[in-house]
């Protein structure tokens, strides 16, 4: 079966622009948690959505949004872009919602560059 | 908060070379997830650990959760060029009604040929 589908796989932006994240998860996955990957900070989870509702969220400003669609596609979305938002975005797929019971089914991602 | 340390920072073996990375939690670990990364791509499922003293295995790579549920070790037998990548440790922090996944800032594994 297909898996975790992340679009684009690549964004340049500005400062004080903003951008949209698209992430599919696999058929039959109703939770989406995004991730936020950086050299200095590592892998940090940003929020969890399941069935169309945000259940978990992360440390991170309330520039960092997302929602999820009643076919489990997920967008995330930053607002007013800083240079340290410079990062790899992930996105994972997963039967069941936080904690997980099993595997966590990772997107290849999207590297957004802000100028 | 729970965080994750993992050591070593990274790593350099010669081929066919044992090696063993470590997880190391300030509070007891919960569902520990063993997960490995190409630079810049997605993650690729390990391992998940459970139970304190749960050891699993696949291929040449075997995780273990200690008794006190506080450490994870990932052992690579034999290692190949293949085996090269970043290894992340993940773990559910359940503090509160809020809960996330916190992650290892990761292990850099070279294997020379």
């Known amino acids: 079966k297909a898996g975790v589908t992340q679009t684009p796989r690549y964004l340049i932006k500005t400062r004080g622009q903003q951008v949209t994240l698209s992430c599919s998860p696999i058929s039959g996955h109703r939770s989406v948690s995004w991730y936020q990957q950086t050299p200095g900070q590592g892998l940090q989870f940003l929020f969890e959505?399941?069935?169309?509702?945000?259940?978990n969220k992360g440390n991170f400003p309330g520039r960092f949004s997302g929602r999820q669609f009643s076919n489990s596609r997920s967008e995330m979305n930053v607002s007013t872009l800083e240079l340290g938002d410079s990062a790899l975005y992930l996105c994972?797929?997963?039967?069941?919602?936080?904690?997980?019971?099993?595997?966590?089914?990772f997107g290849e991602g999207s590297r957004l560059t802000v100028l | 908060s729970q965080e994750l340390e993992q050591s070593p920072q990274s790593l350099i073996v010669q081929e066919g070379k044992n090696l063993t990375i470590n997880c190391t939690s300030s509070k007891t670990l919960y569902g520990l997830y063993w997960y490995k990364q190409k630079y810049g791509e997605g993650l690729i499922f390990l391992m998940m650990l459970q139970k304190g003293g749960e050891e699993k295995s696949h291929e040449k790579i075997t995780a273990k959760l200690d008794e006190k549920k506080q450490q994870s070790s990932l052992h690579i037998t034999a290692s190949q060029p293949s085996h090269a990548g970043i290894y992340l440790c993940g773990a559910h922090d359940n503090a509160g009604n809020n809960r996330k996944l916190i992650w290892g800032l990761g292990t850099s594994l070279a294997v020379n040929p």
């Open positions: 994972a797929s997963s039967l069941s919602r936080l904690p997980y019971t099993g595997e966590l089914f």
């Open positions: 959505y399941f069935s169309e509702t945000q259940r």
